[in-house]
Nanobody
Framework: QVQLVESGGGLVEAGGSLRVSCAASGRTFSSHAMGWFRQAPGKEREFVAAISWSGGVTYYTNSVKGRFTISRDNAKNTVYLQMNMLKPEDTADYYC???????????????WGQGTQVTVSS
C-alpha cells in the first residue's frame, strides 16, 4: 500500500513558477514509478509526466516539455513537479500517482493522491 499526499499548489501569474510535491507513505515507494496527472474543469484527467523508480527515465506530455521537470527523492519518499513558464491553460487540479510500471495512462497507476489545485492567471 502507498498513500500519497500532494502539496504546493496555489495561484501564480502567467510566466511564473510553482513546485508541487507528493509525499508518499509506505515502504515500497522506491519500487514504484510515479506520475503526475492533471484535470481541468470539465475535462478528462490527462497525463503530465512520469518518472521511473530510479529516477533515470522520465516522460512528459508534449505541452509541458521544456517547462516542467519531474524528479524524486527516494530517501524522502517524495516526488516533485517543478513547473516553469506557466500558462493559463496549465490551470488544473494536479494529482500524483504510483504504479509498478512506467506509463502514461491512468489505468497503469494503482495509487492516487487527492490532488492539489494550481491556478495560473493571465
Amino acid at each position: 500500500q502507498v498513500q500519497l499526499v500532494e502539496s504546493g499548489g496555489g495561484l501564480v501569474e502567467a510566466g511564473g513558477s510553482l513546485r508541487v510535491s507528493c509525499a508518499a507513505s509506505g515502504r515500497t515507494f522506491s519500487s514504484h514509478a510515479m506520475g503526475w496527472f492533471r484535470q481541468a474543469p470539465g475535462k478528462e484527467r490527462e497525463f503530465v509526466a512520469a518518472i521511473s523508480w530510479s529516477g533515470g527515465v522520465t516522460y512528459y506530455t508534449n505541452s509541458v516539455k521544456g517547462r516542467f521537470t519531474i524528479s524524486r527523492d527516494n530517501a524522502k519518499n517524495t516526488v516533485y513537479l517543478q513547473m516553469n513558464m506557466l500558462k493559463p491553460e496549465d490551470t488544473a487540479d494536479y494529482y500524483c500517482a504510483a504504479g509498478t510500471g512506467l506509463g502514461k495512462v491512468r489505468a497503469e497507476y494503482d495509487y492516487w493522491g487527492q490532488g492539489t489545485q494550481v491556478t495560473v492567471s493571465s
